[in-house]
Antibody, heavy 122, light 107 residues
């Protein structure tokens, strides 16, 4: 059974760095064809992909946010960490991590965490 | 292209068939996947690949991708299908793209 859970602060001040952790079980990030992604959703708005990291340490970032994002994995802890620098109130959103898996046709976000709501406010 | 376009809202009578569509250049090389999201819940994958349903997804959900257009069809919509639906694809770099979402109302 694959599960993912996001953790991190619920409130962050503008200009600070947001650090989110995704702790997962049921798969290993050492396995070929596996990745973990971060997706966010501002209140009442659409899903927005942020970053991805694969089993081979290949890292992808949303081009418009690339300068502010860092993703890293700790396979020994079954965790993926996302850092976002210089946050702004527009970064207020529910942040999800998701299990990305090669299905034979392509990569798909097969399982998601429950999400964590982050509010950016002074 | 880095965009996927969806109609903001669609409605369907209970028990009828509804198609939710998604348009974008990325669909020419990467089949659409579809997520269902109910209020306060995380997205749930309902269709991926050519037309694959994860375990536990009812067979009234089906999908297709042709050219630059992807479709999610619900045959015999149920009240519990009322939700937001998001299409998803990848660009030529392999970066994920999401559509703006379609709110489905079951009348």
């Amino acid at each position: 059974q694959i599960t993912l859970k996001e953790s991190g602060p619920t409130l962050v001040k503008p200009t600070q760095t947001l650090t989110l952790t995704c702790t997962f079980s049921g798969f290993s990030l050492n396995t070929s064809g596996v990745g973990v992604g971060w997706i966010r959703q501002p209140p009442g708005k659409a899903l927005e992909w942020l970053a991805l990291i694969y089993w081979d340490d290949d890292k992808r970032y949303r081009p418009s946010l690339k300068s502010r994002l860092t993703i890293a994995k700790d396979t020994s802890k079954n965790q993926v960490v996302l850092k976002m620098t210089n946050v702004d109130p527009v970064d207020t959103a529910t942040y999800y991590c998701a299990f990305d898996h090669w299905s034979g046709y392509g990569y798909y976000f097969m399982y998601w965490g429950q999400g964590t709501l982050v509010n950016v406010s002074s | 292209s880095s965009e996927l376009t969806q109609d903001p809202a669609v409605s369907v009578a209970l028990g009828q068939t509804v198609r939710i569509t998604c348009q974008g250049d990325s669909l020419r090389h990467y089949s659409a996947s579809w997520f269902q999201q109910k209020p306060g819940q995380a997205p749930l994958l309902v269709i991926y690949g050519k037309n694959n349903r994860p375990s536990g997804i009812p067979d009234r959900f089906s999908g297709s991708t042709s050219g630059n257009r992807g479709s999610l069809t619900i045959t015999g919509a149920q009240a519990e299908d009322e939700a937001d639906y998001y299409c998803n694809s990848r660009d030529t770099s392999g970066n994920p793209l999401f559509g703006g979402g379609t709110r489905l109302t079951v009348l």
